[in-house]
């Protein structure tokens, strides 16, 4: 019995030490606690105008709390740009980039870190290259291309175009996982019998996926928020982006500071809501990247 509670003791004494916080554990949670809140508030001073009168903003300024809860702004912006009809503009081109530059970007990443193709360090080189080209230097043969393909205005053209440009950047950081890839592991399974397709399918892909979640994530933000090639090629109303809506309604009309806070609020909240969806595997993929 005393053995028994000795030991049961000495466990709890364990998980005590286990949590005992060192004076720099503190400083540096406090640091990283101060971090957030610094990167926070432009996105609280954001959303507290957003829910402010204009009468509030010009007397009290953007600090200020607002005295009167209003939604005048969202509404405002909701309504002039067709807000939802921009909304699924935006899901639509960024799920199906997102979607088609993974599955582009991990073929490539397969042929050329795994499958060893021939000249592969200068395919790879060369996708190097081509993704650091400025989008200006791409507009003028863009343009000329899908206006002779009949897609110019269409919503087809930008998922196209970003489909290439992210899975660029895909191959790129995948090709370099895949050559590093356990030469023990893929030899197993060819001596199993499986082919090509089931080693990418069954191997590579289960091991590989926290970074092919990351890549998702970071696709879908990223063609989320482009502004420049969209505004070349969506023309119609209909097939603009929120971005482009944002930027429209600025141009043709004078907006009340709390109506640009609502529209900017609007606008980021999609892409808030996916990263919380998807942050245990982003922060899954960080890891497994940063062990590797």
């Keep these: 019995m005393t053995q028994s509670m000795t030991a049961a003791e000495a466990k709890r004494a ?12 503190w400083v540096a949670l406090i640091l990283l606690i101060a971090a957030a809140l610094i990167v926070l508030f432009p996105l609280l001073v954001l959303t507290v105008n957003a829910f402010k009168t204009q009468a509030d903003y010009n007397a009290a300024g953007p600090l200020s709390l607002p005295k009167t809860f209003t939604m005048e702004g969202i509404v405002s912006f909701w309504t002039t740009t067709n807000f939802p009809l921009k909304f ?17 970007s991990v073929l490539n990443s397969f042929a050329l ?14 996708i190097m290259l081509a993704n650091m080209m400025p989008q200006e230097a791409l507009l003028y043969p863009l343009y000329t291309m899908f206006k002779s393909a009949g897609l110019y205005n269409t919503k087809l053209a930008i998922i196209i175009i970003f489909t290439i440009i992210q899975s660029a950047y895909g191959t790129y950081l995948l090709s370099s996982v895949y050559g590093t890839f356990p030469q023990a592991i893929l030899e197993a399974a060819a001596i199993d019998g499986a082919s090509r397709w089931q080693v990418l399918r069954k191997v590579v892909l289960p091991i590989s996926w926290p970074t092919i979640s990351v890549l ?35 141009g043709q009309h004078t907006m009340e ?36």
């Excluded at 364990?14 to 554990?25: C, F, L, W």
């Excluded at 199906?96 to 599955?103: D, G, K, R």
């Excluded at 998702?216 to 097939?239: K, S």
Aim: aromatic content about 10%.
């Design 257 to 292: 500071a709390t109506t640009l806070a609502s529209a900017s609020l609007l606008s980021i909240i999609p892409t808030i809501i996916f990263f919380i969806i998807f942050q245990r595997k982003l922060s899954q993929g960080i890891t497994a990247g940063a062990v590797k």
């Design 113 to 126: 870190g795994i499958g060893k193709v021939k000249g592969n360090t200068w395919i790879v080189l060369a």
């Design 88 to 104: 699924l503009n935006s899901l639509i081109i960024s799920l199906v980039v997102a979607l088609a530059a993974v599955v582009l």
């Design 216 to 250: 998702f994530v970071f696709f879908f933000v990223w063609t989320w928020n482009e502004y420049m090639i969209p505004m070349a090629f969506l023309m119609g109303d209909d097939v603009q982006t929120i971005p482009l809506a944002l930027a429209t309604l600025q």
């Design 14 to 25: 364990s998980r005590k030490t286990q949590h005992v916080r060192s004076t720099g554990d």
